[in-house]
Nanobody, 129 residues
Framework: VQLQASGGGLVQTGGSLRLSCAAS????????MAWFRQAPGKEREFVAT????????FYADSVKGRSTISRDNNKNTMYLQMSSLKPEDTAVYYC???????????????????????WGQGTQVTVSS
């Protein structure tokens, strides 16, 4: 599967953005999808993940309550709606896919980069103070 992330931009503190991740292929619902982010000088970190059906979601503590991950399997697209943005949310945001529609029962695995097989190219989010 090929992934294309978009929707990043420059926003003020407290603002909102919606990121999109478009996937190729006809079996989008058979993939667990996720968002990761990487700030300058830091390692890539987990943001959120959603099951193939969309019924199961998990979030990093840093974005919980401020972000919503969703997907439209008819459009082969995943979204990340972010609100109450903070300067520390500034990063390149990457979408990723894991073969198989069901999450690992392990929280550690769900949030690990190694769990995901396919990656998009990233979209820059910059939050100004």
């Amino acid at each position: 599967v090929q992934l294309q992330a978009s929707g990043g931009g420059l926003v003020q503190t407290g603002g909102s953005l919606r990121l999109s991740c478009a996937a190729s292929g006809r079996t989008f619902s058979s993939y667990v999808m996720a968002w990761f982010r990487q700030a300058p000088g830091k390692e890539r970190e987990f943001v959120a993940t959603i099951s193939g059906s969309g019924f199961s979601t998990f979030y990093a503590d840093s974005v919980k309550g401020r972000s919503t991950i969703s997907r439209d399997n008819n459009k082969n697209t995943m979204y990340l709606q972010m609100s109450s943005l903070k300067p520390e949310d500034t990063a390149v945001y990457y979408c990723a896919a894991k073969s198989g529609p069901v999450h690992s029962p392990s929280a550690r695995r769900r949030s690990s980069r190694d769990e995901y097989d396919y990656w998009g190219q990233g979209t820059q989010v910059t939050v100004s103070s």
